[in-house]
Structure formats: C-alpha cells, structure tokens
C-alpha cells in the first residue's frame, strides 16, 4: 500500500509482511500499543485477533465473509482457505469490536444476521468520485455503447456477459462493450473473450486497469453502464454511474436497489434475460410468444405440413 510521502510528523506507519506470521506479529504489537484513552479502525474486515483496552471500530466490505450464499467453490485453493479461515476469525473474534460498519443496507442484514452485533450503514464513497461526477460532461458522441468496469473474479460473471454478447450476435445485434480487465490476473477469462470476439465478430474492447482520472472519462464516453456482477459489498462503479447521469443495466438483486434503480433489470444467471435487457435499451425487436389453439395445432398436425 502506498502512502503520500508529505504527511504529518506526529503520524508513524509501522508496515507488516502480508504472511500469517507477519498479522500474527502485528496482532500482538496493536495488543501491546492500545491504551485505554485510544480508538482503532480497522480497515481490514477482521476485528483485532485480542481484545484490545481501548475502542475498536471495523470497516466490513467484503460480502464473502458474511453471505453464505457467496460461492466460495468458484475461488481458486488459496483464496478459498484464506476467507475459510476469515469467516472462522471475524466470527470468533466478533466482540472485540464495539462498532462495525458496512456501506449497504443488504450487508447491514448480512453483518447482522453473521455476527450478531449492531452494525451501522455508513455508505461513505472517496471524495474524487464526487468531485469528477459534478464535473462530468457527457460526450455527445459516445464511442461506447456500454461499459463494464470490474475485475476477473468469478462472481463478476463476465462469462454470462459474453455468452449474451454472443447470443445478441446470432440476432444480427452487435453493441460495443467496453471493459477493464486486467488480462495478466485473468489470463483464461481474457483469452475466453478473445475467442467468442474472434469468432462472432463481437464489439468487445478490453481497455484494462485504468487510474481514476481516465475511467471518468470513460464514464463520459459511454452510453450506459451494465453491471450483471452476481453480488457485491457496495457496487462503487454503480455510484460513479449514477452519478455521471449513466443509465444502468443491473440485476434484480438487493445490493443493486440499494444503490440505484436500475433502467433495465435481468438475471444475472441467464445470457438470454441479459440480452433481453439490452435489446429492450436498444429498442430493438423482441421476438412475442404467440400461443395457438389446442384445435390449430391438432389441424396443423394432421395436415402434414
């Protein structure tokens, strides 16, 4: 983690090797430190591994941590026994912490239900995504149709994405997507896209990771944001959305209505509901179910044709 250079005197940074060994060191240090006058946050999920003598707050993002549902077999072995043995830390050492915070309310009931301690909704978002949104000047020819910005983990749920993409393709329907993977992390996924856009003459643009400044813009250069991520803590680039005036495509799903109401609404399991949503955004023509009479279809069987 990188840290301005210019800052305070009277503040000291004390760093940490990301190692068992390392957290445990620094667990019982913040033991050793901690005085009863004093207040910790802890930015990490995890309350302190002791209990501390003076006030502990925690900052709880990430959703894995508290939703059951959360599908920890899609995770690769090291992330998998990492939030294992997490949720095994935030659970036991729950009441080390006087005070949680989340940024949703649909994780306010998650924290709640997991650890049974108040837990307040403080949906604090960083002061540059304010300031760039009340600045932002829509372009008036976009050179995207929709954006997607999020990383390659699997509850991101590119797959789906693509395979509607795909789908809209068989339709004669090609809108430019816009993403921001990084292809070095999520070699399968990025080599997966490459393939579907080779062989369905697919819009897709893989632009990468991008500094804040630039994806602003990007914001500005595209015509709607589509989100179809399978859960989320918070969903920022829902707010960044919203508040450069994009229309959103999202799930039907608690942590999206927490945020914004949606233009369009799918399922984020289903390639064809998401391709329905964007040819409804598009308007273009859906295909109607026309039923027939049980007597047409008994004639229309005996006829031979």
């Known amino acids: 983690m990188r840290v301005a250079l210019n800052l305070p005197a009277h503040i000291d940074i004390k760093r940490v090797q990301p190692t068992l060994g390392g957290r445990f060191s620094a667990e019982k240090w913040l033991f050793r430190q901690v005085e009863e006058s004093d207040r910790v946050l802890c930015f990490g999920n995890l309350p302190p591994l002791f209990r501390l003598r003076g006030e502990v707050s925690v900052f709880l993002q990430n959703r894995y941590l508290v939703d059951d549902q959360a599908p920890l077999s899609a995770l690769p072995m ?24 989340v ?60 395979s509607a993409w795909a789908m809209l393709a068989d339709e004669g329907v090609f809108p430019s997507l816009a993403l921001t993977l990084q292809e070095t992390t999520s070699p399968d996924l990025a080599k997966h896209i490459e393939v579907e856009r080779a062989a369905k003459g697919l819009h897709i643009h893989n632009l990468g990771v991008l500094p804040h400044d630039q994806l602003v813009d990007l914001y500005r250069d595209s015509k709607a944001l589509i989100y179809p991520s399978g859960f989320e803590s918070f969903g920022l680039p829902l707010i960044e959305a919203k508040l450069a005036g994009l229309p959103v495509l999202a799930p039907e799903l608690d942590y999206v209505r927490d945020i914004v109401d949606p233009t369009e609404s799918f399922d984020p399991r289903s390639p064809i509901s ?12 859906q295909s109607t179910f026309k039923p027939m009479s049980a007597e047409y279809f008994l004639n229309h069987l005996l006829s031979g044709a």
């Open 78 to 101: 090291k992330p998998w026994i990492r939030l294992r043995m997490e949720r095994v830390w935030l659970r036991t050492c729950s009441r080390h912490a006087s005070k949680y915070f």
């Open 103 to 162: 940024q949703t309310p649909s994780m306010q009931r998650l924290a709640e239900d997991r650890l049974g301690v108040p837990v307040m909704c403080s949906p604090f978002v960083p002061e540059s995504v304010i300031s760039s949104a009340a600045t932002a000047v829509r372009s008036s020819s976009a050179r995207f149709d929709f954006l997607y910005v999020a990383s390659g983990e699997a509850h991101k749920n590119h797959a789906t994405l693509i």
């Open 274 to 285: 998401i391709a329905r949503a964007v040819k409804r955004f598009l308007k273009k023509e």
